[in-house]
């Protein structure tokens, strides 16, 4: 028995990778019997028809071409067996000049000429390994136009599969044994002799005809991935080694895009029960997958995703096509008489549209074929053809599929998740696809959403970073330390990019953390918002989130854009949680309408759950009676060591000093940050609230309010440390602490310096800590308090860290 070795142009990319194959090659031969079947050098199959367009086209650079193409062969014989110039190969060239010639002086090049200039690739590939291996081991060269019969339907001719099958026989059973046959791929001819080829990819069909005729052991092709993968490793990074598949299953994935093998291959190998085995060229120890008619016991359901590009989508809609037999059967019997190959059909249960999917190509033989079918229904109204173009067709396919309700569901719902429109959809009778068409531009994002739910463990999240000031680097070095845990509970979450105001770095599959400062400041990409949403929409990952680590009014403006491109938002900003009531309440619509999360803990307390403990509480059907809170850790200190017997702007003076105040201290005292925490809080409630409703104690005399701050604040003070000092003493009377007081309740919502009693809890608040009290129906007898600081780099890092892990779990897959 023999066993039949293809070798794709994928293999054959640089004398280096030839020899690599004929290494294997020699391996296997010192094995068992073996025959061989080669592609085109890499790419040299699209060289060859580029330079037949030239040529046609009068472009007298299509010798330029030609000579690369000659360079190419040349070189690999020159390192292969240290002789640039074969006659063989020369001769191969000169024939293929000669032809280009002709095309050239015709000004006109047909499919048959098409045909006989792709066959010198396969011509002179197969014969260029054969000198090699005839160097180690008695091989002969086989020219496929002697082996394979086929009709003469240029460049996808049809195989005759009796007198095929005949010659292949004939021709094997004259070779000696100890021959290695290295047989071209692609290429056949018809009864007359005529050079034709049997579709592009074919290779893998030339392998499994020949496989077939020689009831081979098995049909092994070999390629530059390790088998056959869940979906293109290409462009789904997470994509697997499916290790076992049915011929059926293969047939469907190839069929729907996965050109990993060429789907006609199977069916010769079906009807002689030959498994196919992919494997891989550059890890020859891989298993590869292997193709056989027993079922697979240990994958259920979806087993592959596949695609196909370049498609449109026709639509035949009408009234007159209700009820009116063979409306269909007219369509696809004129589209059948131009050749033309139905990807996808599906028609409404109304009847009143029947819509298809063809390859970019035909549309226009397409459109012809319909107006003339229909001339009489289009050119009285009665039906109109609607076309949609730039389409991609993806299918989930598995034999476990069949009986398994909810796939379809799945699928929609992993693409309805990211916002991907599906333009139609179609399940094969077999039930073992489901195929629908979408928008082309967004077929990455849909492979890898559809990827992602079948087939990953890890939910995956990138991580737009804006701001890298104390609190954005400290979230950064957070992620860097907890990414590995994260990734062990089942999340992915990379950064791929992080900016400042100037400029911003990028990488699809997540950035360098350890290095990122040095990086950023060379980075020579503009900040630019558009562009960083551009490159977002390349990356692998199927959810993105802005952490916004800046406290700017414009990135908060371009909020909405994120939204609208899918983006969650997770920040410490404040900004749009005290938007003027109006553009608030649009932002929030917005996030509900694109179903995007808005995260941010670290509004209000830093690290501490204030906002969360809230959101629980209500969603608890806890009503809230009462929020108050020392909501400054500034001030928090301040009055914490005022103790009436000092000034009061010493102390101020001195927070200043230790930076623990803004840069200018009467940010703090104004209580106007009070006033925007109560704000976000009261709006957490429900309640229409703005800015200006809240009253607020402003702690800065008024003649100090405006101006740019100076030292001589401090001094100017002076008349109102006396007037603290004395609301200081009139507290200590009633045995009460004096704290500037954030309050929410029935009687409105205000900022202000109160007298607490000792035994309050607000009265027990330490240092610089924040404390904030719910007083609530279940609550009520005494309140639940959140205490600790609420200011800090560190803390406030680890509130925003803490929405994105909230993030993790609320997205869906
Ligand atoms: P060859 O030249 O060896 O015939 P091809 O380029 O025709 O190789 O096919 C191999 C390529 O198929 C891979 O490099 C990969 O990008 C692509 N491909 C598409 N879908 C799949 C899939 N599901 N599994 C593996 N490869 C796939
Ligand atoms: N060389 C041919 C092509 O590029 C056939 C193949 O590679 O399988 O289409
Ligand atoms: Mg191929």
């Known amino acids: 028995m023999v066993k039949i070795l293809k070798f794709g142009g994928s293999s054959l990319q640089s004398p280096e990778r030839v020899q690599f194959v004929a290494n294997i090659v020699l391996g296997e031969a010192e094995k068992t019997n073996i025959l061989v079947v080669v592609s085109a050098f890499h790419h040299v199959t699209n060289q060859l028809l580029e330079c037949a367009e030239?040529?046609?086209?009068?472009?007298?650079?299509?010798?330029?071409?030609?000579?690369?193409?000659?360079?190419?062969?040349?070189?690999?014989?020159?390192?292969?067996i240290q002789k640039p110039m074969d006659d063989s190969i020369e001769s191969l060239l000169k024939e293929l000049e000669s032809?280009?010639?002709?095309?050239?002086?015709?000004?006109?090049?047909?499919?048959r000429s098409l045909d006989t200039i792709a066959s010198f690739g396969e011509r002179l590939s197969a014969q260029t390994i054969t000198l090699y291996l005839q160097k180690h081991h008695p091989a002969d060269y086989v020219d496929a136009r002697k082996w394979i019969v086929t009709d003469d339907h240029y460049t996808q001719a049809e195989v005759l599969f009796p007198k095929t099958n005949k010659a292949i026989q004939e021709y094997f059973n004259k070779m000696p044994h100890s021959t290695i046959p290295v047989v071209t791929g692609f290429i056949a001819a018809t009864e007359e002799g005529q050079t034709t080829t049997i579709g592009r990819n074919g290779s893998d069909y030339s392998a499994a005809i020949i496989g077939a005729a020689l009831n081979a052991e098995i049909i092994e092709i070999w390629t530059d991935v390790d088998g056959i993968y869940t979906a293109d490793p290409c462009v789904v990074e997470?994509?697997?080694?499916?290790?076992?598949?049915?011929?059926?299953?293969?047939?469907?994935?190839?069929?729907?895009?996965?050109k990993v093998l060429h789907s006609a291959s199977i069916a010769p190998a079906?009807?002689?029960?030959?498994?196919?085995?992919?494997?891989?060229?550059?890890?020859?120890?891989?298993?590869?997958?292997?193709?056989?008619?027993?079922?697979?016991?240990?994958?259920?359901?979806?087993?592959?995703?596949?695609?196909?590009?370049?498609?449109?989508?026709?639509?035949?809609?009408?009234i007159n096509m209700v009820g009116v037999p063979g409306t269909a059967e007219r369509l696809f019997r004129a589209l059948a008489r131009q050749n033309i190959n139905i990807i996808l059909i599906s028609q409404a249960s109304s009847e009143h549209t029947i819509c298809f999917?063809?390859?970019?190509?035909?549309?226009k033989a397409a459109e012809m074929a319909l107006s003339n079918e229909f001339r009489y229904e289009l050119e009285n109204l009665l039906i109109k053809v609607e076309k949609k173009p730039q389409q991609t067709i993806i299918a989930v396919v598995g034999d476990d599929m069949i009986g398994t309700p909810g796939v379809a569901g799945k699928f929609c719902y992993a693409l309805g998740q990211n916002k991907v429109n599906i333009n139609a959809i179609a399940q094969g009778a077999s039930e073992r696809n489901i195929s629908l068409a979408i928008n082309a531009k967004q077929s990455m994002l849909a492979l890898n959403a559809v990827h992602q739910f079948f087939f990953e463990a890890h939910k995956r999240l990138a991580l737009c970073f804006i701001g890298v000031g104390n609190v954005g680097a400290a979230l950064l070095s957070l992620i860097e330390q907890q990414s590995a845990a994260l990734y062990e509970k089942g999340y992915d979450v990379k950064v791929c990019i992080i900016a400042n105001s100037k400029q911003f770095i990028f990488d699809t599959k997540g950035l360098d953390l350890e290095h990122w400062k040095t990086n950023l400041q060379n980075s020579t990409e503009k900040f630019n918002i558009e562009t960083m949403l551009r490159l977002l929409a390349t990356t692998q990952f199927t959810h993105v989130a802005l952490v916004d680590c800046t406290a700017s009014s414009d990135i908060v403006s371009n909020y909405p854009l994120f939204v609208e491109n899918n983006v969650h938002i997770v920040t410490p900003n404040k900004k749009a949680n005290v938007l003027p009531w109006n553009e608030y309440q649009a932002f929030i619509k917005l996030l509900e309408v694109r179903q995007c999360h808005f995260l941010f803990e670290a509004n209000v307390g830093a690290g501490l759950p204030i906002i969360s403990t809230l959101q629980d509480l209500l969603m608890g059907g806890d009503?809230?009676?009462?929020?108050?809170?020392?909501?400054?850790?500034?001030?928090?200190y301040l009055f914490n060591q005022y103790d009436g017997q000092g000034d009061f702007s010493e102390i101020i003076k001195q927070a200043h000093e230790q930076g623990f105040t803004e840069p200018d201290p009467r940010e703090d005292l104004s209580g106007n940050d009070v006033a925007r925490k109560l704000l976000i809080l009261e709006r957490q409630l429900g309640r229409k609230m703005d800015f200006e409703d809240i009253v607020i104690e402003n702690l800065i005399p008024p003649h100090l309010r405006e101006g740019k701050?100076?030292?001589?604040?401090?001094?100017?003070?002076?008349?109102?440390?006396?007037?603290?000092?004395?609301?200081?003493?009139?507290?200590?009377?009633?045995?009460?602490?004096?704290?500037?007081?954030?309050?929410?309740?029935?009687?409105?919502?205000?900022?202000?310096?109160?007298?607490?009693?000792?035994?309050?809890?607000?009265?027990?608040?330490?240092h610089s800590d924040n404390i904030i009290a719910f007083t609530t129906q279940r609550y009520s007898l005494s309140p639940l308090v959140v205490q600790g600081p609420g200011a800090g780099a560190a803390v406030t890092a680890m509130g925003v860290f803490s929405d994105i892990v909230k993030l993790l779990h609320y997205l869906p897959y």
């Open 709 to 766: 701050f100076s030292g001589q604040f401090y001094q100017q003070f002076q008349e109102y440390n006396d007037l603290l000092k004395r609301r200081f003493e009139q507290a200590q009377k009633n045995d009460c602490v004096l704290r500037y007081v954030g309050t929410l309740d029935e009687k409105g919502v205000r900022a202000e310096l109160q007298e607490v009693p000792r035994s309050h809890p607000l009265a027990l608040a330490k």
């Open 623 to 636: 009503s809230i009676i009462k929020i108050e809170g020392i909501f400054s850790g500034t001030l928090s």
């Open 238 to 258: 997470k994509a697997y080694v499916i290790p076992h598949m049915s011929y059926e299953e293969a047939m469907e994935l190839s069929h729907f895009g996965a």
């Open 270 to 318: 079906i009807k002689q029960q030959i498994p196919i085995r992919i494997k891989n060229t550059f890890n020859p120890a891989a298993p590869g997958t292997l193709i056989n008619s027993h079922p697979d016991k240990t994958h259920k359901g979806v087993k592959g995703i596949s695609s196909i590009a370049d498609v449109t989508l026709l639509t035949l809609r009408g």
């Open 54 to 80: 030239r040529a046609a086209a009068k472009q007298t650079n299509y010798i330029d071409l030609f000579n690369t193409i000659a360079e190419r062969h040349r070189e690999v014989l020159k390192k292969l």
């Open 99 to 111: 032809n280009l010639q002709g095309i050239y002086l015709l000004h006109e090049c047909s499919k």
């Open 357 to 363: 999917a063809i390859n970019d190509p035909d549309v």
